[in-house]
């Protein structure tokens, strides 16, 4: 197949070079939202999402049961603020919708600021940041701001307005299945609850948005489902729904804080030895600095898909994992924290990831007596003297080698020390000369 043909591999399919001031500017189209784990917010940006790739919505009522959750009341918020006695609002949402603590229930209440003071949240040491706080399973309210917005406030008597609604209505998740060769999947999953954060976890919802259009219009051998739920409870309602589809799942990834210029960290599935696991660290290695983490059952939801009932060989990809940057949860994430060259090369990474899944597959030598002779196919000669095509000339030597119809091109690039894309273009070339064949498919 060559390059720009509409059916071209993943694998061979250059990543167009606006893509990350295109994520960026998705990113910035969704930032405004007050999203949360229910709401028009989180379903305004799934409908955002959906008029770009064809994005399935599935509402999940109020009250019903999954495994040891429940779906909560439905939160709308309209307004909310912190009025002076002068009628000026010195808290307001409008403002910033981190300003209300995210579930506040509503409230209409005038008291004076000592009164008021346990509801204000803080963070005295970024006294110029406003924290992000939630209060989704216990009926509360709050408002949150800058430590030196608290500071300037007098002694006096406060109106605390929330306009919010906490009502029977529904939770949404958005899922979208791009179908295969294959019925295995490929799970992509991201959270999508938080407010005006942009690298957690706007990034990833644009990260993910991009790969799930480049994929789908690229042959696939897998089947891709992404998943863009809220965190925890829309993950959990995904699985109580998906229960008896998730043996399909091979391979999975979780999705989070994709666009900071950290370098990218990668931590394992619970099992510790999956495919994507060996995927993942091989083309990290191969990438850049990075960082490869055993599992923990904390962060994103890989802890819902890696819980023992289920067991999914899920990893989790971010750049800096969540909680280990001071800007995590407040509003110092925001859209200059988020890079367009971050995003970028988040997506490229995962490119890879999904070229390795792709196009793993395990061939036989059809000459496996001494080498074949290279020049006389002029494979030498279309080689040249340049160091790269020296290095494919390496990678075919290897690959004829290990072609043994037991080792895979992810196994032979793992021995070699090459990358995987240099194995699979030597591969390419052999196949081209009838010097490989496919070997039964072992994985
Ligand atoms: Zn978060």
Redesign the pocket.
């Known amino acids: 197949m060559s390059a720009g043909s509409p059916h071209t591999r993943v694998a061979e399919t250059p990543m167009a070079p606006d893509a990350g001031a295109r994520m960026h500017a998705f990113v910035a189209e969704l930032y405004p939202f007050c999203r949360s784990i229910t709401g028009d917010g989180l379903r305004r940006t799934l409908a955002l999402i959906a008029s770009r790739i064809p994005l399935e919505l599935h509402e999940v009522p109020t009250g019903t049961p999954v495994f040891d959750w429940t779906i909560p009341r439905e939160w709308n918020i309209r307004d909310a603020y912190v009025k002076n006695a002068k009628g000026e609002r010195v808290i307001d949402f409008r403002e910033s919708n981190l300003a209300v603590v995210s579930y506040s229930a509503p409230v209409r209440a005038t008291m004076t600021l000592a009164e008021l003071r346990p509801r204000l949240h803080t963070l005295p040491d970024r006294p110029g940041w406003i924290p992000?706080r939630t209060s989704y399973y216990k009926e509360d309210w709050g408002f949150c701001l800058s430590h030196d917005r608290l500071q300037s406030l007098p002694e006096g008597t406060y109106e605390a307005v929330v306009d919010s609604t906490l009502a029977p209505g529904s939770l949404t998740y958005g899922e979208l299945l791009l179908r295969g060769e294959r019925a295995d999947e490929v799970l992509i999953s991201a959270?999508a609850c938080?407010p005006s954060?942009a690298n957690?976890?706007l990034a990833s919802l644009a990260v993910a948005t991009e790969l799930a259009g480049m994929l789908a219009s690229a042959p696939r051998r897998y089947s891709y489902r992404f998943v863009f739920a809220p965190?925890t409870i829309g993950a959990i309602a995904w699985l109580a729904a998906n229960r008896e589809g998730v043996d399909r799942i091979r391979h999975g990834l979780v999705l989070?804080c994709l666009g900071d210029a950290g370098r990218p960290h990668y931590k394992k599935s619970r099992r510790g030895d999956a495919l994507i696991d060996r995927v993942a660290a091989h083309v990290l290695t191969h990438h850049g600095p990075h960082a490869v983490r055993e599992f923990s059952p904390l962060g994103?939801d890989e802890r819902q898909y890696n819980s023992p009932g289920f067991d999914l060989p899920v990893g989790s990809l971010t750049r800096t994992p969540?909680g280990a940057y001071p800007e995590?949860?407040t509003s110092a994430d925001d859209l200059a924290f988020v890079r367009p060259e971050a995003l970028a090369d988040s997506l490229s990474i995962l490119l890879d990831i999904v070229s390795v899944l792709e196009e793993d597959a395990v061939y036989r030598s059809t000459s496996p007596f001494c080498e074949p002779q290279l020049g006389k196919r002029g494979l030498y000669a279309a080689l040249g003297g340049r160091t790269s095509q020296d290095d494919l000339e390496v990678a075919m030597l290897w690959t004829l080698n290990l072609a043994d119809g037991r080792h895979g091109l992810l196994d032979i690039a793992e021995r070699s020390g090459l990358p995987f894309d240099r194995i699979r273009r030597a591969a390419d070339l052999l196949r081209e000369h009838e010097l490989l064949v496919p070997a039964e498919d072992a994985r």
């Open positions: 992000y959270h938080h954060l957690d976890n965190g989070a994103y969540n995590y949860h």
